[in-house]
C-alpha cells in the first residue's frame, strides 16, 4: 500500500487545494451501528495487508477492512476496553475479546467511520462531526484574506494537517517589534520576523480544528504564540462554528502577540532556576528541556537583566533538539510539547522565580 503521506515545502496553494479535495472527494465517512460491526484477524500474516494494525479487520456486511494503526484508539474506545496488554495479545486473541467487548454496545449506538484508502483510520463515537480539510482550508484562506495569506509549508500524513502560512500584515507585529528594539535588537536582527498562521487539524481525532499565532523569524526558526481559536470535532460544532471562529483570527492574533510582548516587562531574578521550574511544571521531556536549560545558562552572566521573554525563546530549543531524535520523539509527541509551552503565556511567572531545588 502506498502510505498516504505528503509533505509539501514550496508547492503552491492550487496543488495543496486539489489534494485535499481529491481526499475529500476519495475518502468514505460511513454512520455504522456498532451490531453490524464484527472484528476479526487474518487467519494468515502472508496474506494480511501491510498496514493492518496488530492483524486486525472489520467486517461489515460480509465487506472487510483492515485496520489501520490510526484508528486503534478510537476503536478501543468503541469497545470500553483499554491497557497496554492488548497490544501484547495474539491477534486472534485480540480480536476475540474486542470483539465480545462490542457485543454490549446498545442497539442503537453506532460509529462514525472514515475508509480511506480501503482502511479504517477511524471509529469515532456517533457525535463525532465531520470537518473535511478542503472546507476547513477554504474557509480559513477567506477569513484571513485580509493578510494576502501565502503558503510556507504544507504537511500531512496519517494522522495530522499541518499548515503554515506566512500573513503580510504589518500591524500585526509593529508593536511586539518596537518592544524589542527597546530591549536591544537591531534593525537588521528584527529583519526576518514575519507573522505567521498554524492550521492544524485531523481525521482522526489526534487534533481539534487549531488556528495558532506564530512568529517567523528566518527560515525553519518560529515562535509559536497561543492559539486564536480551537474547535473539537463534537456535535455541538459545524463548518459555520468555523467560519464563525475564522473571523475573530486578525483580533486574537494581536491578542496572542501582545501577551508575548507583555513577557518582556517580566524580570526575573533567577532566570535558569525559572526556567527548571517551569520545565518541571509543564513536564516537558527531562533530556531535550536540560539541553535548552544548559543553553540558556551559559549565554547569560549575573549582570544581565533577564526577562521571562528570554526564557520563553530559551524554551525553544526544547522542540529542536527534540526533532533531532525523530527515532525518540514522534510528531505528534512534539506537536503536544509545542503546545504545552504555549501555556506560559498563560501562568504567573512569579510562581516560578525562586531557587530550584535539584
Request: proline share 4%; hydrophobic share 40%; glycine share 4%.
Amino acid at each position: 500500500m502506498d502510505r498516504y503521506i505528503t509533505k509539501w515545502e514550496t508547492k503552491s496553494m492550487e496543488d495543496m487545494h486539489n489534494f485535499f479535495k481529491d481526499q475529500k472527494d476519495r475518502d468514505i465517512w460511513r454512520d455504522v451501528p456498532l451490531s453490524q460491526i464484527e472484528i476479526k484477524a487474518y487467519p494468515d500474516r502472508k496474506e494480511t495487508p501491510v498496514d493492518a494494525y496488530m492483524n486486525l479487520y472489520l467486517s461489515i456486511n460480509g465487506e472487510e477492512y483492515p485496520v489501520h494503526e490510526t484508528a486503534w484508539k478510537s476503536l478501543i474506545e468503541r469497545c470500553k476496553i483499554y491497557g497496554a496488554v492488548l497490544t501484547k495479545l495474539k491477534p486472534n486473541i485480540l480480536a476475540e475479546i474486542l470483539d465480545t467487548c462490542l457485543r454490549t454496545a446498545k442497539k442503537t449506538d453506532f460509529a462514525t467511520m472514515l475508509i480511506r484508502d480501503r482502511y479504517v483510520q477511524n471509529v469515532a463515537s456517533q457525535n463525532y462531526v465531520v470537518l473535511p480539510m478542503s472546507d476547513v482550508i477554504e474557509i480559513i484562506e477567506k477569513a484571513i484574506s485580509w493578510g494576502d495569506p501565502q503558503l510556507t509549508t504544507c504537511y500531512t500524513d496519517d494522522t495530522i494537517v499541518r499548515i503554515l502560512y506566512e500573513v503580510r500584515d504589518a500591524q500585526l507585529l509593529a508593536h511586539y517589534k518596537a518592544k524589542l528594539k527597546e530591549h536591544g535588537l537591531t534593525d537588521e536582527a528584527l529583519l526576518g520576523y514575519k507573522p505567521c498562521l498554524l492550521l492544524q487539524s485531523s481525521d482522526v481525532g489526534m487534533s481539534c480544528v487549531t488556528v495558532s499565532a506564530m512568529i517567523v523569524r528566518r527560515q525553519g526558526d518560529y515562535i509559536r504564540c497561543g492559539s486564536c481559536f480551537k474547535i473539537d470535532h463534537d456535535a455541538k460544532v459545524s463548518l459555520d462554528t468555523v467560519e464563525k471562529a475564522a473571523s475573530t483570527i486578525f483580533s486574537s492574533y494581536k491578542g496572542e502577540i501582545e501577551r508575548l510582548t507583555d513577557l518582556l516587562s517580566i524580570e526575573l531574578e533567577y532566570p535558569v532556576a525559572a526556567m527548571k521550574n517551569a520545565a518541571k511544571k509543564l513536564r516537558l521531556p527531562k533530556k531535550p528541556a536540560a539541553f535548552a536549560i544548559d543553553l540558556f545558562e551559559g549565554s547569560i552572566t549575573s549582570s544581565d537583566v533577564v526577562t521571562a521573554h528570554d526564557v520563553y525563546i530559551a524554551f525553544q530549543e526544547v522542540l529542536y533538539k527534540m526533532r533531532q531524535q525523530p527515532e525518540k520523539y514522534t510528531d505528534a509527541k512534539i506537536y503536544q510539547v509545542e503546545e504545552d509551552m504555549t501555556r506560559l503565556l498563560h501562568m504567573e511567572w512569579g510562581d516560578f522565580d525562586y531557587p530550584s531545588v535539584d
